[in-house]
């Protein structure tokens, strides 16, 4: 029995341990399938192996129970933070969307639960020196393969994988971040490998990966990877058995703990150097975006607005200075791009004060284990290695995610550093007991009977409508694009707003697009399809009513719908986008789309009187002096036209290339182009 029994643990075990080094290779994998092919990919593909390795890990606490782990402080401000993040959802402006999130981020409160099991998965089956040196080598190795693409594609070879320099992960920020882990682990592995060739493939890597990182774009990575070498430096001689020499280390870091804060605190004087050099390197939209998620933690100060909410935040306290040359030109932001503002907006100063906890908790264990090392002649160098590479990693993630958003594939990262960091107090030590505990079999029981309906809810279902939105684009028929439209728009709760609004976006886009006569035979199943994208839209709408991107997707439909088959829709359209104004008065998209409408029906002074507002509240942004001109072009007056038109000019030079191009059109012959224009 003993025998057997030993067997059974060994399989559950296995299955756990491949599914944890399987996400590890999660930042390989894309699929062009899928709408957001680099983020949807690996949010899918994590989620499916931490529900499997879920299952595996309580099957070996049956087994094995003295797989069991304690409860440390890490574990328990971890814990506590993802707890309060849940909380925050639940009682946020939008508890669904915070719950499934968006179709290309994929990090609300689903992906966090999935992050805090991984966490514990990952302590309970990897528990001994050994353990972690072969899941670093198994991320190290991902690391490399990712290096590899990214040097390839600056040399001119061409992968089907890979975009704006970000390797396999699809953006050159979030594969800095990435990299910035995988040279803390294979520096650990230099430092702690088993043998020479283990230490010796630790060191190349770790000359690799830094090599790949200084040719990333991304300043802010580079700069966190420099500032965390100096802290690295600080811990190791802190924790030397020198007194002069740890006293050295004490100082070297208090230094740098004063010019964090030093720099942090000028970078929001204004006309600072340190602001004037951000500003140079990055964009000043940034600083516009952190003022509105200030207001925003104002506001809603305890618990925030709750996960993936800032696209409310952004509409809220919108800033007419966004799209403007002083303020970047991105009028969009579902982000603060701003780790501790984003979580600030998310979960409020109860929320941030618990992200903060995590750090604080880690860098005292941290700081135990250097004080350790000073004291300890056999495990001294190991300890006081390990701890200054933790500081180090921590340090450059904290510092990168001031600039940038977190994604699921760095979050697990996270959680594995803290894992890994929460481990080695454990390691060389005997468990407490080996005794069942008496509450494991139930849930164990309970999740198995339950697998399918999970791994169907929350991977195969949003998949599966993910995929049929990309079906819907390519599709080479119109029973093909139609038998797909409704998967796509409600086959999973999880990035529904989103699909609903790029797909009735593309629709629009080709119906305004094609020759009125060549759609006439089309009429039932353009009417069908449109009804199909505006009925889903007005869904989106009831359940988050300030939604802004689906009122004017509704618009859009609308007002081609009533210019070929039925002129009430005009009606629709006009309704919808004076409710968007009501709700986001200095936000010129409801105003630009609303002139559209009236000069369609010919209303041409009500669309001035729009345009003309949007001049008002925003004149320092090109697109509302160009789209004003636009809007005179409809009066079809060549003496008022060239006098708007070089006013516009006078303070606006740049529109000069898109005004000359716009004037040269006929307005009987490319009416429909024209107004068009005014959705974009």
């Not at 594609?153 to 992968?159: C, D, N």
Request: glycine letters at 6%; proline letters at 4%.
């Amino acid at each position: 029995m003993t025998f057997r029994g030993e067997n059974k643990s060994l399989w559950i075990e296995r299955i756990a341990r491949y599914s944890v080094y399987l996400v590890l290779l999660v930042p390989l994998l894309s699929s062009d399938k899928l709408f957001f092919p680099y983020s949807s990919t690996k949010g899918y593909v994590i989620m499916a192996l931490v529900e499997i390795a879920v299952v595996a890990t309580l099957w070996l606490l049956v087994v094995r129970p003295q797989r069991r782990i304690s409860w440390d402080p890490i574990s328990i401000a971890l814990t506590a933070f993802v707890g309060i993040l849940e909380l925050a959802s639940i009682f946020g402006v939008d508890p669904t969307f915070s719950f499934w999130a968006s179709i290309d981020r994929i990090t609300g409160g689903l992906m966090w639960l999935h992050i805090l099991a991984l966490y514990f998965i990952v302590r309970i089956l990897f528990q001994t020196k050994e353990d972690w040196v072969k899941l670093f080598t198994v991320s190290v190795g991902v690391g490399l393969i990712t290096a590899g693409i990214h040097l390839a594609q600056l040399a001119g070879i061409e992968f089907s994988v890979g975009s704006n320099g970000g390797s396999t992960l699809g953006n050159s920020s979030f594969f800095a971040a990435y990299i910035l882990f995988q040279i803390a682990f294979a520096a650990w592995i230099w430092l702690e490998g088993a043998d020479k060739r283990m230490r010796t493939y630790g060191a190349v890597s770790m000359f690799a990966l830094i090599g790949t990182l200084l040719s990333i774009s991304t300043h802010a990575s580079i700069i966190a990877f420099f500032g965390a070498l100096v802290l690295v430096l600080g811990v190791w001689l802190w924790g030397s058995a020198k007194e002069k020499v740890s006293r050295g280390g004490i100082g070297l870091l208090i230094v740098m703990v004063v010019t964090f804060f030093s720099i942090v605190g000028l970078a929001f004087v204004p006309d600072s150097v340190v602001q004037n050099t951000f500003t140079d390197f990055s964009t000043s939209s940034r600083f516009v975006v952190w003022d509105m998620a200030v207001q925003a933690i104002k506001d809603r100060p305890f618990l925030g607005w709750g996960l993936e909410n800032f696209q409310y935040v952004s509409l809220e306290y919108y800033n007419p200075c966004l799209g403007t040359d002083i303020c970047g030109q991105e009028m969009w932001y579902d982000r603060a791009h701003n780790k501790l503002l984003d979580v600030g907006v998310e979960a409020g100063i109860i929320g941030l004060l618990s992200y903060l906890a995590v750090f604080v908790v880690t860098l005292l264990a941290l700081g135990k284990m250097v004080v350790s090392a000073r004291h300890s002649r056999v495990a001294g160098r190991s300890l006081r290695g390990t701890a200054a590479i933790a500081v180090g990693i921590l340090a450059a993630y904290f510092v990168q995610n001031l600039t940038v958003l977190d994604i699921s594939v760095t979050m697990m990262l996270w959680v594995l550093t803290l894992a890994w960091i929460s481990s080695v107090g454990s390691w060389g030590k005997k468990p407490e007991s080996s005794k069942r505990p008496t509450w494991i079999v139930p849930p164990a029981l309970l999740v198995s009977f339950f697998l399918p309906v999970i791994l169907s809810s929350f991977v195969i279902h949003p998949v599966r409508a993910n995929a049929a939105l990309m079906n819907v684009v390519h599709a080479k028929t119109y029973d093909e694009r139609l038998t797909n439209l409704p998967i796509a728009l409600d086959g999973s709760p999880e990035g529904e707003d989103l699909r609903r609004v790029f797909l009735a976006n593309d629709t629009a886009r080709n119906i305004w697009a094609t020759d009125p006569e060549g759609l006439s035979a089309l009429e039932e199943p353009v009417n069908y399809e449109i009804d199909l994208l505006v009925a889903s839209l007005l869904d989106t709408m009831e359940n988050s009513p300030n939604y802004l991107r689906a009122p004017l997707a509704i618009a859009l439909l609308a007002q081609a719908r009533g210019r070929l088959y039925d002129v009430e829709q005009f009606a629709l359209a006009e309704q919808v986008l004076l409710d968007a104004i009501e709700l986001n008065p200095v936000h010129p998209k409801p105003y630009w789309a609303l002139a559209s409408v009236y000069l369609e029906q010919g209303k041409v002074d009500e669309a001035l009187e729009l345009l003309d507002e949007v001049r008002t509240f925003a004149p320092d942004l090109d697109g509302s002096h160009y789209k004003y001109v636009m809007g005179v072009m409809f009066l079809q007056n060549d003496d008022i036209l060239s006098q708007v038109a070089n006013d516009a000019l006078a303070d606006h030079p740049g529109i000069l290339a898109d005004l000359q191009r716009l004037l040269s059109n006929n307005i009987e012959q490319n009416k429909v182009q024209i107004l068009y224009q005014f959705h974009l």
